[in-house]
Structures are given as structure tokens and as C-alpha cells.
């Protein structure tokens, strides 16, 4: 899908509500760069059959997902960085969890922003205590990879971790 009348795009963001909460996205994954072009990963969940629209707007650029409940934007969340690992590696060559944290996390060129694997350590209360932030991603397991995902969503909101 190409780039989009930006005017028509995203959803507002009822008052008293999170982004992760009204979009049914525990991760806060992006479904849309700024210009209103399809990230990677919303390509491949339009073409599993994955149903979603674009949600609001993010304060660090792009669209977040928004998904029809809360089971979908679990499960889009559980299996993003099984599907993206990949493409990450094509894409950078090499790259470290904590590269690919801060990333994801709005954090990429700047790591006073975003997280990395020692920030969602705090409170994770030992769960990732086995993984190491200098390790490549293509050597993290599944396991682990639910893991970092379900502290991702902690960070991300942990009001609405906590109710999921």
C-alpha cells in the first residue's frame, strides 16, 4: 500500500485513555511511518489475514496498530519480533538486543530515549535476568523472545499489562 492523504489517517485519542489501551496494542507497535506508508510488519499481518486498522498517532512519528480487541493486539505483539528478527538483520547487518530495543523504542539515534534491555530489567523482577543486551538477536530464542516482548509491554503501559 502506498503513502496515504494523511488527513484521513489515525484515530484520536479519547481523553483518559492510552494509546496501548484504546488500540488494543499492549507493544505499541507501529502500524504506519509518518507519511502514511505501511511499516514492514503491518504488510505482513494484512497479508496473514490479521485484521487491524491504523490507530493514533504516535508522539515520537508513525501510526500505532489498532487492533479489534485485546487477543489480537496480544498476539500481534507475542509474534513481532519472530517475524521482524529477519528483517532487522537484512536490513542493519548485525544487531545487538539492545540495538534493536532501542529501536523499536524510539530510541535508535538518540539512546537518551527509548529503553534497552538493562531498563526493562527494572521491575521485571529476575525474568530477564539470562539475557544479555550485547547479544545478536538472531540468537535469542522464542522462549526468551516472550519474555523480552511481555516486558516491552510492561514498559510500554503497565496499567494495561497488568489487566491483560
Given at each position: 500500500m502506498g503513502v496515504r492523504d494523511l488527513s484521513m489517517i489515525g484515530m484520536q485519542l479519547p481523553e483518559g485513555m492510552s494509546h496501548a489501551q484504546f488500540n488494543n496494542n499492549p507493544g505499541n507497535i507501529k502500524a504506519a511511518h509518518p507519511n502514511g506508508q505501511?511499516?514492514?510488519?503491518?504488510?505482513?499481518l494484512k497479508e496473514q489475514g490479521i485484521p487491524f486498522e491504523i490507530g493514533t498517532k504516535a508522539?515520537?512519528?508513525?501510526?500505532?496498530?489498532?487492533?479489534?480487541?485485546?487477543?489480537?493486539?496480544?498476539?500481534a505483539a507475542q509474534r513481532f519480533w519472530l517475524e521482524t528478527k529477519d528483517w532487522?538483520?537484512?536490513?542493519?547487518?548485525?544487531?545487538?538486543?539492545?540495538?534493536?530495543?532501542?529501536?523499536?523504542?524510539?530510541?535508535?539515534?538518540?539512546?537518551?530515549?527509548?529503553?534497552?534491555?538493562?531498563?526493562?530489567?527494572?521491575?521485571?523482577?529476575?525474568?530477564?535476568?539470562?539475557?544479555?543486551g550485547s547479544t545478536n538477536i538472531m540468537e535469542?530464542?522464542?522462549?526468551?523472545?516472550?519474555?523480552?516482548?511481555?516486558?516491552?509491554?510492561?514498559?510500554?503501559?503497565?496499567n494495561y499489562y497488568n489487566k491483560i
Open positions: 505501511l511499516t514492514d510488519y503491518a504488510e505482513y508522539g515520537d512519528a508513525g501510526y500505532f496498530f489498532h487492533f479489534p480487541d485485546a487477543k489480537t493486539g496480544y498476539e532487522m538483520v537484512w536490513g542493519y547487518g548485525e544487531m545487538t538486543l539492545d540495538q534493536a530495543l532501542r529501536k523499536y523504542s524510539g530510541g535508535g539515534a538518540d539512546p537518551s530515549l527509548g529503553y534497552d534491555l538493562q531498563k526493562l530489567k527494572e521491575g521485571a523482577d529476575g525474568r530477564l535476568d539470562d539475557i544479555d535469542i530464542s522464542d522462549e526468551q523472545w516472550a519474555r523480552i516482548m511481555n516486558e516491552q509491554t510492561r514498559w510500554e503501559d503497565v
